[in-house]
């Protein structure tokens, strides 16, 4: 039987450890930076374009300015 998640249970992204986003090494002012966090890293990494790059052809291939809502750029880079 499953459970429901509690608050400090998240399901933080698999990929956290090596991104640049998650680990703060992104330049780009970002005001929205911990809310994206929570929305993609910890809530639905599956809908982040770095994971999506990431987990299609690797994280050698994610352009280091890439914001997890772009998700739009992501074909660009698949192409």
Same mark, same amino acid.
């Given at each position: 039987m499953k459970t429901m998640q509690t608050e400090n249970e998240s399901c933080l992204c698999r990929? *956290?450890?090596s991104c640049e986003f998650y680990q703060e090494k992104i330049s780009k002012p970002l005001p929205l930076k911990s809310v994206f966090k929570i929305d993609f890293c910890l809530r639905a990494p599956e809908f982040c374009a770095?994971?999506?790059i990431y987990s299609t052809i690797g994280a050698d291939n994610i352009p *280091?300015?890439?914001m997890p809502y772009e998700v739009e750029r992501v074909k660009e880079v698949l192409i």
């Open positions: 990929f *956290s450890a770095r994971h999506m *280091s300015d890439l």
